[in-house]
């Protein structure tokens, strides 16, 4: 009995270390994923490529797998850009340690979302890092991580599966579209699953981008604009959605060649902050029939 014991925290240790330096992989390394349709692929491939998320193992996603507090922090952590410390050791939560082989690298992300007023704990001085995640509670977090929360308390909502006090929230997240609206009941009750986790976090850091950002996004060999307009000083990411490699040129301006050769992959990005005003031809040297002209005011 105690040798299995080891045997299974041996085996999560290697897991969670595993994990951490999983990185580049693409939803087609994950037997579970490939069902997806492709416009899903490019999601989780996005949150991969920006290693917010990886696999419970080398060829599982683990979709339908129950999150835990600890997942959701590192997740709402990551997709706010909060400054995390890798180097700090010691929680300011008791049932938070380094010694806790399944959720203790959860620590710095757990200290970085106390930091950010995102979280108070689970009770007095606690997180509950192993604790599951209810829907309707998973729908709450990432509202407050959008800094929404008074918004969401003036919403109403008639759905009986969800509590009371969550209904404003589960209200606004569908009509932020951070989750499908639901064919029948929301469930609110029901743990959250890593798919939900995975597409609200997804959702939601597309919606924190500050204002001096813009995205364009790239599918069926075209840009989704041929013209934007922007102001000095916006930072513009090409995120590419298909399988077929692009590449970012602006003659004498940039080149995207130039800090990756082999070409902006699916769920790759390449971004660009356009200091002077002007306006820009901006096209893919694979393919120079895809172009976007940009205007810097
Ligand atoms: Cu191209």
Known sequence: MKKRLSLLLSSIVALSMFSSVAFGKTSD?????????????????????????NGVSETTFGLKDEMNRAQFAKVAALIMGLDINMDLHQSSFTDVSMNDPANGYALPYIEALKAAGVTDGYSEGTYNPAGKVSKEQLVTFLVRVLGKDADAKSKTFTDKTVSDWARGYVAL???????????????GASNATRDLLLLGAYEAKQQLMPAGEQMIHIKDFAFNKNVLTVKTGTK???MNEEDVPHTIVSDGLFDSRKENSAGIKKGESYSFTFDKPGVYKIYCSYHP????KITVQ
């Open 289 to 292: 029939f895809m172009t976007i």
């Open 236 to 238: 513009v990411t090409f």
């Open 173 to 187: 997240a569908l009509e932020l579209k951070l989750f499908p609206i639901p064919e029948g009941s929301f469930g």
């Open 29 to 53: 390394d994950f037997t579970d994923l490939k069902d997806l349709d492709a416009s899903t692929k490019v999601k989780f491939d996005a949150m991969f490529s920006a290693g917010i998320f």
